[in-house]
């Protein structure tokens, strides 16, 4: 075994809307937009990373779209409906309902449809207007007045409106074809059989935990990407190396710390992705400044780069490797709650720890 090292250490080895108007499915987007708002419905999309929400300044748009409270919840709800729970409609919170539309496949994973409507009990005792008016800095009984002559649905109109907005398929905004991307991976698991599997789970807590931590839709693909593609620089380490049971060599220690930058030649060779380079390159990077490659510190490491070392460092955690046990989702938490502020940003190491109690399948 590797006692010198802890569990960490020894793997070291706003708003999510986004708009592109000269796209032909953005126009198709707004016409959807527009013939559900005609039935009291707020359109969005979920894809990965980011939920488009149309954007048309009026009011009840406004109040939904604007509400940081609302678009986490509509974000948990998608969540669910990616892991596989059942789509069926969801109340959100008093008086608001996420209904589920259509998906369509992608690439990177599968967008769906949502609707979000208020009902008409929002405006009542047991609705929560004023509490979401807090939370867009809106006058509250002007909201509530100017609500009263909107056509909003009663609770009894869920099932058909639900049933309406199942047959809508969401637009084709945003293409992504990833090849490249997707025969590198291909190759990386195929030459090391050990990390099988941990690219997409990794891919998927950065982009998580990027959205918990309140960055960009941009910033949240990027963290995908770079989850997919953090160990491909593994590529010019030998198996044995990464499959070795007992304790590295001084010079296998040093082949392993390679990958990074590795990582970096191959992915800025592929064009178009520059965007994942720097958390590529800075992945395991520490907040006290022992990492590798540069040894940077504290928030002179890039952000995405701060985020990709919790989920990688958790992932690998989780997962047998040749010279340990996978540790428990306790342990693991553990490990990354007494890493803070040495091995881990802080203040997202917390974030990671509160996400992940709250869904613990995360952990998975």
Request: charged share 25%; with cysteine; aromatic share 6%.
């Given at each position: 075994m590797r006692p010198v090292q802890t569990p960490a250490d020894s793997h070291a080895g706003d708003r999510t809307t986004e708009r592109h108007d000269d796209a032909p499915?953005?126009?198709?987007?707004?016409?959807?937009?527009?013939?559900?708002?005609?039935?009291?419905?707020?359109?969005?999309?979920?894809?990965?990373?980011?939920?488009?929400?149309?954007?048309?300044?009026?009011?009840?748009?406004?109040?939904?779209?604007?509400?940081?409270?609302?678009?986490?919840?509509?974000?948990?709800?998608?969540?669910?409906?990616?892991?596989?729970?059942?789509?069926?409609?969801?109340?959100?919170?008093?008086?608001?309902w996420a209904l589920p539309g259509g998906a369509a496949r992608r690439s990177d994973g599968r967008s769906h449809g949502v609707a979000v409507a208020l009902t008409r009990q929002i405006t009542g005792p047991q609705g929560s207007l004023r509490a979401l008016c807090q939370g867009v800095h809106m006058d509250h009984q002007l909201t509530c007045d100017l609500l009263l002559q909107e056509a909003l649905p009663?609770?009894?109109?869920?099932?058909?409106?639900?049933?309406?907005?199942?047959?809508?398929?969401?637009?084709?905004?945003?293409?992504?074809?990833?090849?490249?991307?997707?025969?590198?991976?291909?190759?990386?698991?195929?030459?090391?059989?050990?990390?099988?599997?941990?690219?997409?789970?990794?891919?998927?807590?950065?982009?998580?935990l990027a959205m918990a931590s309140g960055m960009t839709a941009s910033e949240t693909r990027s963290a995908r990407v770079a989850g997919l593609l953090h160990d491909v620089g593994k590529l010019g380490v030998p198996e044995g190396v990464l499959r070795k049971p007992g304790e590295l060599s001084p010079e296998e220690r040093a082949m392993v710390n390679l990958h990074p930058e590795i990582g970096q030649r191959i992915v800025q060779g592929l064009g178009g992705l520059d965007h994942a380079v720097p958390s590529i390159l800075w992945h395991h990077e520490r907040w006290d400044g022992q990492g590798y490659p540069h040894r940077l510190s504290g928030?002179?490491?890039?952000?995405?780069?701060?985020?990709?070392?919790?989920?990688?460092?958790?992932?690998?955690?989780?997962?047998?490797?040749?010279?340990?046990?996978?540790?428990?989702?306790?342990?693991?938490?553990?490990?990354?709650?007494?890493?803070?502020?040495?091995?881990?940003?802080?203040?997202?190491?917390?974030?990671?720890?509160?996400?992940?109690?709250?869904?613990?399948?995360?952990?998975?």
């Open positions: 499915g953005t126009r198709r987007f707004d016409r959807l937009s527009t013939r559900l708002r005609r039935a009291g419905l707020i359109w969005a999309q979920a894809e990965p990373g980011f939920i488009h929400w149309s954007m048309h300044g009026d009011l009840l748009t406004t109040l939904v779209a604007d509400s940081a409270w609302i678009r986490r919840q509509v974000g948990d709800v998608v969540a669910g409906w990616h892991g596989g729970q059942t789509r069926r409609p969801h109340e959100i919170i008093a008086g608001c009663a609770v009894h109109e869920i099932p058909r409106l639900a049933a309406m907005v199942r047959l809508i398929r969401p637009a084709p905004l945003r293409q992504i074809t990833m090849p490249g991307v997707e025969a590198l991976l291909r190759a990386v698991e195929a030459t090391h059989q050990c990390v099988r599997g941990h690219s997409e789970r990794t891919s998927e807590l950065a982009a998580r928030e002179r490491i890039p952000r995405l780069a701060r985020v990709m070392a919790i989920v990688d460092s958790f992932d690998a955690m989780r997962q047998d490797r040749p010279y340990r046990r996978a540790l428990s989702a306790e342990r693991s938490l553990r490990e990354i709650r007494e890493g803070a502020g040495r091995q881990f940003d802080p203040t997202l190491a917390q974030t990671f720890i509160r996400m992940v109690d709250r869904e613990p399948g995360l952990a998975a």
